[in-house]
């Protein structure tokens, strides 16, 4: 196996969070298995969240599920998984085989819900939990929950009070202002904001002049949402003390520079996976170590917010 680069100058801490690198795997892709949790840390990661896990088994959305558009992918998988109490052995195992923090993501119907299952992935081996609140494609969950400041409140405080590891809270952008719902992530006490989750899409095929997806609308990824979730990033930055994980499009250096500049104390990468290959950390990684050692940074915590004017 090959050491994940690795220098000082990229070690970072925020919410009780310790990265050795600042890039993370985004929840969704590949993320099930302790062994595709793996590869994506021989690929460079500094953390890996897993894909979302609920209270029972769920089965997803018949195919298509997934459509190509022009800069990105558009989803709606529909939230499959085999329930906390199965997945649960997973995050044991992977444990084991880890060497950098493992973040559950978490859904339920429910705040009690979401505790519960919050609880269970702690108890199994979670460093932290990922609530994803944003999940613009299943009803009664996901950005229901994230476009309610009062249900997003509960939910978040409850899932506080029932673990003792870092609590992420994943906004969605499909909101009038997100960072009113920052604001109350925060006041409910959440140790980190990641921004952002999908942007509700869809696509249609002129031939049968119906929509691609089973699932009618789903949630558009990759280059395309990158300047809106950077300016997300920005404006939570701006208003809320709460440390920021930024997400959405990014796929070179550049792009992860960029979230720093703008206020992210790390970044996720989802679907430059699919367009590049689990390599990507790495390269991300090898280019913010040499862009810090050019500009005469001594670690990416100093570049964090520098594109604030004040
Ligand atoms: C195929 C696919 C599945 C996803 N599944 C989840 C999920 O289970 N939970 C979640 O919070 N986000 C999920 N996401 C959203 C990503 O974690 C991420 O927020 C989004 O794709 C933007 O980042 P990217 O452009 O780097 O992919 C999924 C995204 C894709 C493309």
């Known amino acids: 196996m090959k050491t994940p680069l690795s220098t000082n100058r990229l070690n970072i801490s925020f919410g009780g969070l310790k990265l050795k690198n600042p890039t993370a795997l985004a929840s969704g892709i590949l993320g099930y298995s302790a062994e595709s949790l793996q590869r994506i840390v021989e690929g460079g990661a500094g953390a890996v969240v897993t894909k979302s896990v609920g209270a029972t088994p769920r089965t997803g959305y018949a195919n298509p599920t997934v459509v190509q558009a022009k800069c990105g992918l558009i989803n709606a998988i529909g939230l499959p998984n085999p329930g906390i109490d199965e997945y649960a052995e997973e995050i044991g195992y992977a444990k084991t085989v880890l060497t950098v923090p493992l973040i559950v993501s978490v859904f339920g119907y429910s705040a009690d819900e979401y505790a519960l299952v919050a609880k269970k992935a702690v108890k199994a081996g979670a460093d932290a939990v990922e609530l994803n609140v944003s999940c613009p494609h299943v009803t009664q969950t996901g950005s229901e929950i994230g476009q309610n400041p009062k249900l997003l409140a509960e939910v978040v405080a409850k ?52 929509p691609v997806l089973s699932n009618v609308k789903g949630g558009l990824s990759g280059p395309a949402i990158k300047p809106i979730a950077l300016r997300c990033v920005y404006d939570i930055y701006e208003k809320v003390k709460t440390p920021v994980i930024g997400c959405g499009g990014i796929t070179d250096w550049r792009d992860a520079v960029e979230f720093f500049l703008a206020g992210a104390s790390a970044v996720q990468i989802g679907t430059a996976i699919a367009l590049k290959n689990y390599s990507v950390f790495k390269d991300i990684n090898r280019g913010v170590d040499a862009y810090l050692k050019k500009k005469g940074f001594g670690s990416v915590k100093e570049i964090v917010g520098l594109s604030h004017l004040s």
């Open 159 to 210: 899932v506080k009070a029932s673990v003792q590891k870092p609590v992420i809270v994943k906004l969605s952008p499909n909101v009038t202002d997100i960072v009113e719902m920052a604001k109350v992530a925060a006041k409910a006490g959440a140790d980190v904001l990641t921004a952002i989750n999908t942007v509700k899409a869809m696509a249609i095929n002129v031939e049968t002049a119906l």
